[in-house]
């Protein structure tokens, strides 16, 4: 079978896990292979996502590697048993890999957590208010690269309004609010449209205020998406050299305790909503 080119996000996730896995219990690649009856390069191509895995090979090596704990192990076959070719697929070679991979995160999870301190959560934003965001690139982006950003983006929302939503909740600082992204009446639209999407029983938004005492937390944006067990959520977080996909067990836990805070911390859903409406009827 031909190695992979470009592995996606989901699949570099089940190698890492295949590989911690191993790591846990104490051996390396090449006894791995012995176990399996394959060559070391085998379980190399394998842990670097470059080579899929069977359902039978993926349990007879969690067999190997005392992993007892079956949902996981379950978890991770439908990872690697998946053969879904999603609406994004279209855009493959059109659009940044990351875009794609986002998708996809999007398209399996089982609910979606996102904290925005300067910018509405995409999954949120109007199209004249991507358009605003897309455009502020640099370098700028042809206008071909500007639409194809935009139509993705727009598409991504059916995971909170679309026929198989899942539940999504989103703790948007003030300051994202205020910012005009766009001019005034992109900017109203823009509120109103997540007052809209507010209002679907899987959707919660909750703001935080700039008159919210000793609140330091709001420093980045973050996105955390639910697995199908929680050892497969992951975090998404946009720095200077791209989008990082975050799957460590620690930085897993530290970032469920950041948005519960943080959640904590903010407007109830009701009063965040009265505190959008007065915002939008001062633009």
Not at 144 to 162: C, D, I, K, N, Y
Not at 167 to 181: C, G, K, N, T
Request: glycine share 6%; net charge neutral; proline share 4%.
């Amino acid at each position: 079978m031909a190695l992979r080119h470009e592995p996606t996000a989901r699949q570099q996730r089940l190698a890492a896990e295949l590989r911690r896995l191993r790591e846990a219990a104490g051996l390396t690649a090449r006894e791995a292979a012995a176990l399996l009856g394959v060559s070391p390069v085998q379980i190399s191509h394998i842990e670097s996502a470059l080579a899929g895995v069977s359902e039978e090979r993926l349990r007879r090596l969690a067999s190997h590697y005392a992993c007892t704990d079956g949902q996981f192990i379950d978890a991770l076959v439908g990872v690697a048993t998946d053969r879904t070719r999603g609406w994004w697929e279209e855009y493959r070679g059109l659009l940044p890999t990351s875009f794609l991979d986002l998708s996809e995160l999007d398209h399996h999870a089982k609910f979606r957590h996102d904290m925005a301190a300067l910018y509405v959560p995409g999954l949120l934003q109007t199209e004249d208010y991507a358009h605003a965001v897309f455009s502020s690139r640099v370098p700028e982006l042809t206008k071909e690269e500007m639409e194809l950003r935009v139509q993705h983006r727009s598409a991504r929302r059916v995971v909170v309004e679309g026929p198989a939503a899942i539940p999504y909740s989103a703790v948007i600082h003030e300051a994202a609010l205020r910012i005009r992204v766009g001019d005034r009446m992109a900017s109203r639209a823009q509120l109103t449209r997540i007052l809209e999407l507010s209002e679907a029983v899987n959707v919660s938004v909750r703001v935080i205020p700039f008159d919210l005492d000793n609140f330091t937390r709001a420093g980045s944006a973050m996105t955390y998406a639910g697995g199908s067990v929680p050892k497969l959520d992951t975090v998404v977080r946009d720095t200077p050299l791209g989008t990082v996909f975050i799957d460590s067990e620690a930085q897993l836990n530290a970032s469920r305790t950041i948005f519960r805070k943080i959640e904590a911390a903010s407007l109830g859903p009701d009063r965040s909503r009265d505190f959008i409406h007065r915002l939008a009827k001062e633009l």
